[in-house]
């Protein structure tokens, strides 16, 4: 071979390697933002390393219809970022063929600190949690194997989660471990009473004196930061008769858990209307009715409410002022959540 052959051909060896090496190149950490003075989270990052690249890639997945079985429905479709990630003005949500969902589409905020998911608590890792959706019947009504199949086909796809997890391979496991790094990145923190924790701002005296009454009343079980300790409770609410929902027991089958629902963060909560495991309530007013005067009180009822809690309208007005205080407008105009290369329009969310 003449010299100048031999040359270029070791030349192009080393633009081959090169590019493959740029291809393969590993992705970017991301560093998980907690906030200053909350708990470390619950998820298990050492499982499923944040990055750049899978987070792009969890977002693109979150927002795209190819997800469920006639393409028209993505993740967002129920959970809409102008309201904090729950549905947007509807009791049930809507699913596949015009199927109604059994519950109120909760809010995704902070899950990278929930142990268990649902109202029911019946899912233990966020990582398993978009199975649920995708499959039943009434919600994205797919089967894995064909989405599996569908993306795999699909050279956008192959490229990012090339970037993400190092080959083209698309499978479940890595799809809902892109899910989890967007969801986990969801968080809300910046809300006026955090800017107040922080001293960073004050509160207007009726938000003062709904803070105050909020600790006395509300905060056992709607406890601070998250403003939900997590927990599962009997609230009184009479069951629906049509939905038939026994809450907790179905996830634990004992008697005792029936009729308790996990306490919702109330974190946004002036944009998550409606309200309850079923959004059988429309306002913050019918909810503060609930537990002064509406509450059916029995022996399943938590301990806390067996006395229903007293609220005066003056204390109902404070309350209320206080609920709109826990607003994060930034979380839901944050354009790093809204669909790839979309746009929304600040300010577009203020409802107070
Ligand atoms: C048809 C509407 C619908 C679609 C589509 C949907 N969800 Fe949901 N989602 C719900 C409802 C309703 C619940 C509450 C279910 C329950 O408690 O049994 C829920 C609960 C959740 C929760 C639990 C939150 C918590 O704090 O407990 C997560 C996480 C979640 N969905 C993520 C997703 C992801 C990811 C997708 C897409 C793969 C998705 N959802 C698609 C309606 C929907
Ligand atoms: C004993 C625990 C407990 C106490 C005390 C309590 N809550 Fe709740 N709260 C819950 C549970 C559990 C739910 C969900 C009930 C359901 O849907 O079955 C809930 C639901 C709510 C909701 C609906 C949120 C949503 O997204 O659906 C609001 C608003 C609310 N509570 C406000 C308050 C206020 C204000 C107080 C104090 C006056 C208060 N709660 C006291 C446990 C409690």
Known sequence: MKPVATISLICLVLLTSLSWINAVK?????AFP?????PDPSYDFRKNPLTKEGFDLGRKLFYDEKLSKDSTLSCASCHQQFAAFST??????????NTLTTRNAPSLQ????????????RIKQLDAQPISPLTAPNEMGANLDTIISRLSKDSAYRRLFTAAFGDPVITTQRMTKALSQFMVMLISADSKYDRVMRGEDSFALPEQLGYAIFKQKCSTCHKEPFFTDYSYRNTGLPMDNTL?????????????????????????????????HDGRFLTL??????????MIVSEGTDSLLKHRIVLSN?????????????????F?????FAPPGYKITPNFAHVH
């Open 26 to 30: 590993k992705p970017t950490p991301l």
């Open 34 to 38: 907690k906030p200053k003075g909350w």
């Open 244 to 276: 038939s929902d026994v809450g907790r027991m179905k996830a634990t089958g004992v008697r005792k858990d029936s009729m308790a629902f996990k306490v919702p963060s109330l974190r946004n909560v002036a944009l998550t209307f409606p309200y309850g």
């Open 314 to 330: 003056f204390e109902v007005g404070q309350l209320t002022a206080f609920l709109h205080a826990l607003t994060d407008t930034g």
């Open 285 to 294: 007013l019918s909810v503060m009715e609930h537990y002064r005067k509406n």
């Open 332 to 336: 839901v105009t944050n354009p790093d």
């Open 88 to 97: 947007f003005e509807h009791s049930l949500s809507h699913g596949y063929n």
């Open 110 to 121: 902070n899950l990278a600190w929930e142990k268990a998911f649902m109202w029911d608590g």
